[in-house]
C-alpha cells in the first residue's frame, strides 16, 4: 500500500519497480488498492457522520448517522471497482484500434496504480469543510500525471500512438471518475432521492 503513496513523488521510478517487482493481480487488489480505497473511505466516512451537515436543498440540513454513512462509503466503493474495471477494458478496446492488442490483465494495472493519487488525496474529505471536488481535482491532476508515465511502460505501446493513446485514457478516467464524484456528491445533498431511500433502508436494518 505504501506504492500507491510514493506514486504521488515518483511516478516513473515506482513504474520501474512495478514492472522489477512482477506481481500478481491478486496481490496488487487485495494488498494494495483495497486496503487504499478502504483507508479512504473510512476517512470520508468519519468526516461525514462526524463532524459534516449538509444542505440538502429543500430537505434542509442533512446530518449523516454512522450506519448511513458505512452503507454510502461501501456503495461508492463498490462503484469505483466497477469504474476501475470499465476503465481497463476501454483502453484495451482503443489499443486494438491502434492495431495494438493489450492483456487486459496490463490495462487494470494501469488504472489501479494510476488512480492511486485519487485514493491518497480522498483522506482529506475528513476535513472539516472542504469540498469534495477539491480532492478529486487535486487527485485526478496526479492520477493522469501517473497514467502518462505508466501507459508506455506497463503497455509498452507504440511510440506513434503512446499520445493518442493517453489522451483517450485521460478521458475516460477523468470521466468515469467524475461522474461517479457527481453522483456521490448528489446522493449527500439529497438530490438522488431513490438511492438515498436504499441508503436510509440498508441502514436501518444494520446494528450500529
Known amino acids: 500500500m505504501t506504492r500507491m503513496f510514493l506514486f504521488i513523488f515518483r511516478p516513473a521510478a515506482e513504474w520501474d519497480a512495478v514492472l522489477q517487482a512482477k506481481r500478481g493481480l491478486?496481490?496488487?487488489?487485495?494488498?494494495?488498492?483495497?486496503?487504499?480505497?478502504?483507508?479512504?473511505?473510512?476517512?470520508?466516512g468519519v468526516g461525514m457522520a462526524g463532524w459534516r451537515k449538509w444542505h440538502a436543498g429543500i430537505h434542509g440540513v442533512k446530518y449523516f448517522t454512522v450506519s448511513?454513512?458505512?452503507?454510502?462509503?461501501?456503495m461508492q466503493l463498490m462503484v469505483m471497482l466497477v469504474v476501475i474495471?470499465?476503465?481497463?477494458?476501454?483502453?484495451?478496446?482503443?489499443g486494438e484500434t491502434f492495431n495494438s492488442q493489450y492483456p487486459y490483465r496490463q490495462t487494470l494495472i494501469v488504472?489501479?496504480?494510476?488512480?492511486?493519487?485519487?485514493?491518497?488525496?480522498?483522506?482529506?474529505?475528513?476535513?472539516?469543510?472542504?469540498?469534495?471536488?477539491?480532492p478529486w481535482g487535486i487527485g485526478i491532476f496526479l492520477s493522469l500525471k501517473v497514467l502518462f508515465y505508466g501507459l508506455p511502460r506497463i503497455l509498452q505501446s507504440d511510440q506513434s500512438h503512446a499520445l493518442g493513446l493517453y489522451f483517450i485514457s485521460s478521458l475516460f478516467v477523468?470521466?468515469?471518475?467524475?461522474a461517479e464524484q457527481f453522483i456521490f456528491i448528489r446522493c449527500l445533498n439529497g438530490q438522488a432521492v431513490p438511492i438515498e431511500n436504499l441508503v436510509s433502508g440498508i441502514a436501518a436494518k444494520l446494528p450500529f
Open 26 to 44: 491478486g496481490f496488487i487488489v487485495g494488498i494494495q488498492l483495497l486496503p487504499m480505497m478502504l483507508m479512504a473511505s473510512i476517512a470520508e
Open 68 to 74: 448511513e454513512a458505512v452503507v454510502l462509503e461501501m
Open 85 to 94: 474495471v470499465i476503465c481497463a477494458f476501454l483502453i484495451k478496446l482503443m
Open 111 to 134: 488504472v489501479i496504480y494510476a488512480l492511486s493519487p485519487l485514493f491518497v488525496l480522498r483522506l482529506l474529505d475528513a476535513i472539516p469543510g472542504i469540498s469534495f471536488w477539491i
Open 174 to 178: 477523468v470521466v468515469l471518475t467524475g
